[in-house]
C-alpha cells in the first residue's frame, strides 16, 4: 500500500492547498524516504524553517549525504532561533517516520498534529454571510515613518560589500528583496566551479607533482559531474556545452597552478566549504571559505578564496580596497579563522575566469608590522595586521548602522560601473548618468 494515495479523514488536515500537498509529500517520504519530497517539506512555509535557511540546508544536502543527519548534525552555522527551527523539524520528522507503516490515519493524524496545527483554513463556500452593511470606521491617523531594518538576522561578507558599494542596491536586495533574480550563465558556472574542486580537494587534500596524471584526470571528471548537476540552469544546451569545454582548460590550468606550488611549497587542504562565524559587538558575520590551506612546513593557514568574475589584479589592487574599505571579503575571513584558532599567514584570491590565462593567485602576507608597498602589477604583496583590524572596526560600524533600525534613506552610488550587472538598475531612479562608451567621438 502506498501511503500517500490514502485518503486521510478531513479532520486530520485543516483544507487548504498548503496543507494537504505538505500532507502529500510528508506521506511520500513517510512511505519512500524520497529525498525529493523531504526537500518539499523543507522548503514548504508548513515547515517553520525560514525560506533561505531552508534553501542553504537544501543546497547542502544536494551534494552529498542525507539531510535529516545535515540536520541533527548542525552542519551550517545558524543563529538561535533558526537553528532550533530546524532541529525540532528533523526531531518531528523523525518521530512520524517511526510510526508503523501500516497505520496510515495514525500518520496522518501525527503529521497534521505536528506540522498543520497552525495553517489557516480558508472559508468554506457554506461559510454564512453576514447580511449586516459593512460601516466605515473613522480614518486611522498616519504613522510616523521609521528606519529601515535588514530582512535576515546575520550580516555576511557580501551584505556589506553591497552596502558599501552602493546602499540604495543593499536596500532593494536584502531589506525588500525586491526582485526574485533568476542568476545567469556567469553565477551557475561560478557554482559549478566551486562544487567541482571541493569535491577535487576531498581526494586530493595533499596535491603532489607525482599525482599529476591522476589529478588532471580526475578533475575532468569532478567538473563534468558539477556542471551535469547544475545543467538545469543554462538556458541551452549549447551553452551548457560551451561553460564546460571553458571550465575544463581552466580546471588544467588550475593542475597547473598546483602542481608548481606543490613543489615549491608542499601544502594540506584542510578546509572546503568551511563555514565560519564571527560574533563582533552582538553582531553575527557567517560565511563559507571556498579553501584553507595549511603550510606543511611552517603550520601557518593560507584562506583561499575561488573568483569565476572579475578581481583585483595586484595585491596592491585588492590591498588598496581594504583599505578604502569597498571589500570585506578576505578581512572578515581571517578574523573569523583566527577566532577559531588558526594561525592565518596568507589570504590569496584564484582567478578562475579566463580559460586562456594561467591561473595566477593574488596572494597577501599577513605581517604584524607595516606592510611594504609591493610593485603595482606585482601578484604577491602583503597587508598588515592593522589594516584588517581597521576593515573589521569599518564592518562593526556598518552592522552598528544597519541593524540601528534608524536608516530612513539610502543613497544610491556615485560610481556608474557599480550599475553595470545591477538587477535593480531600471527600479533606481537615483543612479548616476551611464558613462559614454570607449568608442564615443
Not at 501511503?3 to 487548504?16: E, F, W, Y
Not at 517516520?97 to 463556500?125: H, K, M, N, W, Y
Not at 562544487?195 to 580526475?218: C, I, K, N, W
Request: hydrophobic letters at 40%; proline letters at 6%.
Amino acid at each position: 500500500m502506498r501511503l500517500h494515495q490514502t485518503i486521510i479523514p478531513p479532520k486530520a488536515v485543516p483544507d487548504s492547498p498548503l496543507a494537504r500537498r505538505f500532507l502529500t509529500d510528508a506521506l511520500a517520504w513517510q512511505s519512500s524516504h524520497d529525498p525529493a519530497a523531504l526537500e518539499a517539506l523543507l522548503r514548504s512555509p508548513c515547515s517553520g524553517i525560514p525560506h533561505d535557511v531552508a534553501a542553504a540546508y537544501a543546497t547542502f544536502a544536494r551534494r552529498g549525504g542525507s539531510l535529516l543527519e545535515a540536520i541533527e548534525h548542525e552542519r551550517l552555522a545558524l543563529p538561535a532561533d533558526e537553528r532550533e527551527a530546524v532541529l525540532r523539524f528533523a526531531a518531528k520528522l523523525r518521530a512520524i517516520e517511526r510510526l508503523p507503516s501500516e497505520d496510515a490515519a495514525a500518520i496522518g493524524e501525527a503529521i497534521a498534529s505536528a506540522f498543520l496545527g497552525t495553517v489557516r483554513q480558508p472559508p468554506s463556500a457554506d461559510t454564512p454571510v453576514d447580511p449586516a452593511p459593512i460601516k466605515l470606521g473613522a480614518g486611522e491617523k498616519r504613522e510616523a515613518g521609521g528606519g529601515v531594518r535588514s530582512r535576515v538576522a546575520h550580516f555576511s561578507a557580501s551584505s556589506l560589500n553591497a552596502f558599501a558599494e552602493c546602499e540604495r542596491k543593499w536596500y532593494y536586495r536584502y531589506a525588500c528583496g525586491a526582485i526574485d533574480d533568476p542568476g545567469s550563465s556567469a553565477a551557475t558556472y561560478g557554482t559549478a566551479i566551486h562544487l567541482a574542486l571541493e569535491d577535487f580537494h576531498q581526494e586530493f587534500a595533499r596535491p603532489s607533482p607525482g599525482e599529476e596524471t591522476v589529478m588532471r584526470a580526475r578533475i575532468v571528471d569532478d567538473v563534468r559531474w558539477a556542471f551535469e548537476r547544475n545543467r538545469a540552469d543554462f538556458e541551452t544546451p549549447v551553452e551548457f556545452e560551451l561553460q564546460v569545454r571553458r571550465a575544463q582548460r581552466t580546471a588544467q590550468r588550475y593542475v597547473d597552478w598546483l602542481v608548481e606550488r606543490a613543489r615549491t611549497a608542499p601544502f594540506e587542504v584542510i578546509g572546503r566549504e568551511l563555514p565560519v562565524r564571527l560574533e563582533v559587538n552582538g553582531h553575527d558575520l557567517m560565511g563559507f571559505v571556498d579553501r584553507l590551506d595549511r603550510d606543511l612546513r611552517s603550520g601557518a593557514v593560507a584562506v583561499i578564496d575561488y573568483k569565476t568574475g572579475a578581481i583585483a589584479t595586484s595585491a596592491a589592487e585588492y590591498r588598496e580596497k581594504v583599505r578604502s574599505f569597498r571589500d570585506f571579503q578576505l578581512p572578515f575571513y581571517y578574523w573569523a579563522c583566527s577566532a577559531s584558532g588558526d594561525k592565518v599567514a596568507w589570504l590569496a584570491l584564484v582567478p578562475l575566469k579566463d580559460a586562456t590565462l594561467d591561473v595566477r593567485p593574488v596572494v597577501m602576507e599577513v605581517v604584524a608590522g607595516a606592510a611594504p608597498v609591493a610593485r603595482r602589477d606585482a601578484p604577491s604583496g602583503s597587508i598588515s595586521i592593522d589594516e584588517l583590524e581597521r576593515a573589521k572596526r569599518r564592518m562593526i560600524a556598518l552592522c552598528d548602522r544597519i541593524a540601528s533600525g534608524t536608516l530612513a534613506y539610502f543613497a544610491a552610488t556615485r560610481d556608474p560601473q557599480a550599475c553595470t550587472y545591477c538587477a535593480y538598475a531600471l527600479a533606481c531612479t537615483a543612479r548616476p548618468p551611464a558613462t559614454g562608451s570607449q568608442f564615443d567621438r
